[in-house]
């Protein structure tokens, strides 16, 4: 619709005039260093280079916070939120590939920074309000962007001391962060992606030559990290893992852990004096060590899954838990079960388990590993081990079980 001149300047209008209004420019003699014309002489840079390493990162990072989040919702389900507890390793599945596909992200945001680099120095630095507001936000993306990676690499690095943080949380929240300003830059850069990527669009040989070397470098590079550290998540692949944080193999009992008896402060539990309380409908229910191994035992093989993404498999033998619930006087299909640690203190020292996973047959309280009483570190006398679940929520050195029925 062609709008008549005389027409009065509707106040959107006068906003979308006013952001662009181009800005005066910064004196010509402040145009020194890198922001001189010419800086960045390399013509293997291009649009259409940088928009197939965007397309690239944007998928990744989508990968990266479909599956973290989902890792978050499982940890802190809100009431809407149900996880299952088949099949057993799915959990191993996508926390596996959200820490390869971090991992893989690495040379891939290099390379695109290294794309845009020149554009850090354009003339003039800020040409309109609108043009200030996309750089701001592009500041964003890449701080961001560059906290994800550098926090999730010194996380399953154990490296916890340059992060005067709790990981998780400053992960989680700067995830949301860095998706929004993604979202946003890719909305204001879809015109210029589409024209870069449409077919038939010239290309000098030489720039085209350098593209293809430059995508298949860092397409390689993105995949010999993701062979020498998938192992610890891959079992086939545990060979190959030179680079692996974990190796999942290494550890008491063939197994590693994360948290030891002697760290968590319950390394002298006397399995004599033990006594495991399970809380329910009928009241509590004290059971030494002798009364557990008493009960009908069972065994279940299940992977223990880190949070961190490498995973291990474990032959555990016990209690079901549904069994525990039902001596309480429960009903193991309609019970939520609090368990909690003979840890003192510590984020992780209790869990809920939901009734999928009460009433599941391999949820145990595991008195056995490969056919031997638990190692301290893996939670003598008694631990949680359950299907699907993260190595977090496997409660270790089990103090006491509460039975609370859902309606
Ligand atoms: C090198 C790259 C990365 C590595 C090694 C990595 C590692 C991790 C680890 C170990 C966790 C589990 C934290 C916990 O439960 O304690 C996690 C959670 C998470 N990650 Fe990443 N991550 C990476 C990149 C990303 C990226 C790029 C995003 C999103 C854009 C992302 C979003 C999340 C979210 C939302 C969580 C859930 C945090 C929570 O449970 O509260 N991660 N990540």
Redesign the pocket.
């Known amino acids: 619709m062609v709008r008549h001149p005389d027409a009065p300047v509707t106040a959107p209008r006068r906003l979308v005039r006013w952001l662009s209004a181009p800005l005066p420019a910064p004196p010509e003699r402040l145009r020194r260093g890198p922001l001189r014309p010419g800086s960045f002489p390399s013509g293997s840079r291009s649009a259409r280079l940088t928009s197939q390493l965007g397309l690239a990162l944007a998928v990744a ?1 989508g990968i ?2 479909g599956t ?2 989902l ?2 919702l499982i ?2 389900p809100p009431g809407w939120f149900w996880w299952p507890a088949r099949p057993v390793g799915l959990y191993r599945v996508t ?1 596996g590939l ?2 390869a596909t ?2 893989a ?2 040379p891939l945001l290099g390379a695109k920074l290294w794309s845009v680099f020149p554009r850090l120095f354009t003339w003039p630095p800020v040409r309109s309000i609108a043009h200030a507001a996309e750089r701001a936000g592009i500041a964003v993306l890449v701080a961001a ?1 560059l906290f ?2 550098v926090s ?2 010194l ?2 690095a154990h490296w916890y001391a340059p992060m005067p943080f709790f ?3 400053g ?2 929240w700067v ?1 949301w962060l ?2 929004g300003a993604l979202l946003v830059h890719v909305g204001v850069q879809l015109p210029v992606v589409r024209d870069a990527l449409r077919r038939g669009v010239p290309e000098l040989r030489p720039v085209r030559a350098d593209r293809r070397r430059l995508l298949a470098g860092v397409g390689a590079a993105a995949g010999l990290i993701t062979l020498t550290t998938i192992g610890q998540t891959v079992r086939p692949l545990s060979g190959l893992a030179v680079f692996a944080p974990r190796r999942p193999t290494t550890g008491p009992q063939g197994l590693p852990v994360n948290k030891t008896a002697v760290a968590a402060g319950v390394a002298a539990t006397d399995g004599d004096a033990y006594r495991l309380t399970v809380i329910g409908p009928a009241g509590p229910v004290e059971l030494d060590l002798a009364a557990l191994n008493a009960m009908p035992q069972h065994t279940a093989d299940l992977p223990i899954t880190c ?3 490498w995973s291990a498999d474990g032959s555990w033998s016990g209690v079901r838990l549904a069994d525990l619930v039902r001596l309480a006087g429960g009903d193991p299909h309609r019970a939520t079960v609090l368990v909690e640690s003979l840890e003192r203190g510590g984020r992780y020292r209790t869990s809920t388990v939901a009734a999928p996973h009460t009433r599941d047959p391999s949820t145990l309280l595991a008195l056995r590993l490969h056919g031997e009483p638990l190692h301290p570190d893996h939670g003598y006398p008694a631990r949680l081990i359950a299907p699907n679940r ?1 190595g ?1 929520l496997q409660t270790k050195w089990v103090a006491r079980i509460t039975v609370r029925e859902e309606a």
């Open positions: 990072f990266c916070f973290g989040l890792s978050h940890q802190h926390q959200h820490v971090g991992l992200s690495v962007s994800q990676l999730g690499v996380n399953v990981f998780t949380s992960h989680y995830a860095t998706v949070v961190e993404g993260p977090v």
